[in-house]
């Protein structure tokens, strides 16, 4: 489906995008988290938001923990279904 990831890094360097990976479980473990690398940068895109206003309010929330900026992208996301369990 259609929607929204937020791109919190985009580096050539595979330790600050894991640095940047490790931060994001440690302050929102709610959210899934995506590293791409393409040549020759790692990109670390967050979220699979349905809406722009849901992503809006976790880029602002992220902007603080990342001060180069977050931004909103198109994308194509992961939608769960009503109730998922794992056991």
Sequence with gaps: MRGYRLLVINTNSRDEAMD????????????????????PFFKLKVG???TRDEAK??????????PKGV?????????????????
């Design 57 to 66: 309010k976790y880029q602002t929330m992220m902007n603080s923990l990342f």
């Design 71 to 87: 931004f909103i992208l198109n994308d194509t996301i992961e939608v769960k279904g009503e109730k998922e369990t794992e056991d």
């Design 48 to 50: 699979n938001f349905q």
């Design 20 to 39: 940047a990976k490790t931060k994001i479980y440690t302050y929102f473990p709610e959210i899934k988290s995506y590293l791409v690398y393409q040549a």
